[in-house]
T-cell receptor
Framework: EAQVTQNPRYLITVTGKKLTVTCSQN?????MSWYRQDPGLGLRQIYY???????DKGDVPEGYKVSRKEKRNFPLILESPSPNQTSLYFC?????????FGPGTRLTVL | TQLLEQSPQFLSIQEGENLTVYCNSS?????LQWYRQEPGEGPVLLVT?????EVKKLKRLTFQFGDARKDSSLHITAAQPGDTGLYLC?????????FGTGTSLTVIP
């Protein structure tokens, strides 16, 4: 089954404790993205990657890092999480303009 | 500043009614996508419109792309409770994707 998987689905952590959210797709898509979704602000792109070893900042990249060492994986790294990074995060992979989203990761930073 | 403005933000209607959701921008897009998102899940693609003036139908849903490729609309005929959800438009004027803030639709049985 074609899908995008994310882990963990839920995470509660404390300020400053490094964390990684994993994302994997099995559709051989070149383009992958990370988004955060906040009430009233909608989905905003954090980082995107057009291919292996190519990553670019989206609209809200501050406080986040990504890497793309393999085509299928695109982890999101929060080196020192802060409470304003509490949000719902989605990973997506794209075929041309059509995006396929993971199930989401709800992150709470205390 | 939102690149894509959606209206209305919230919509609550009775089953069987018709409705239209709008997605507007001052920018030109090569294509626009519409997604539906249910609580606790990721958005799911409904349709992509590519050509200015294009109309696409998906059962009771009709999508239109503006002639100038700056706006789009989603019309639902005879809404059903199963249509309840958050409707999002999205576009990529370059390599980045931008989403509208969404229209939260509730269809009351």
């Amino acid at each position: 089954e074609a899908q995008v998987t994310q882990n963990p689905r839920y995470l509660i952590t404390v300020t400053g404790k490094k964390l990684t959210v994993t994302c994997s797709q099995n559709m051989n898509h070149e383009y992958m993205s990370w988004y955060r979704q906040d009430p009233g602000l909608g989905l905003r792109q954090i980082y995107y990657s057009m291919n292996v070893e190519v990553t670019d900042k989206g609209d809200v990249p501050e406080g986040y890092k990504v890497s793309r060492k393999e085509k299928r994986n695109f982890p999101l790294i929060l080196e020192s999480p802060s409470p304003n990074q509490t949000s719902l995060y989605f990973c997506a992979s794209s075929h041309y303009n059509e995006q396929f989203f993971g199930p989401g990761t709800r992150l709470t930073v205390l | 500043t939102q690149l894509l403005e959606q209206s209305p933000q919230f919509l609550s209607i009775q089953e069987g009614e018709n409705l239209t959701v709008y997605c507007n921008s001052s920018s030109v897009f090569s294509s626009l996508q519409w997604y539906r998102q249910e609580p606790g899940e990721g958005p799911v693609l409904l349709v992509t419109v590519v050509t200015g003036g294009e109309v696409k139908k998906l059962k009771r849903l009709t999508f239109q792309f503006g002639d100038a490729r700056k706006d789009s609309s989603l019309h639902i005929t005879a809404a059903q409770p199963g249509d309840t959800g958050l409707y999002l438009c999205a576009g990529d004027p370059g390599n980045q994707f931008y989403f509208g803030t969404g229209t939260s639709l509730t269809v009351i049985p």
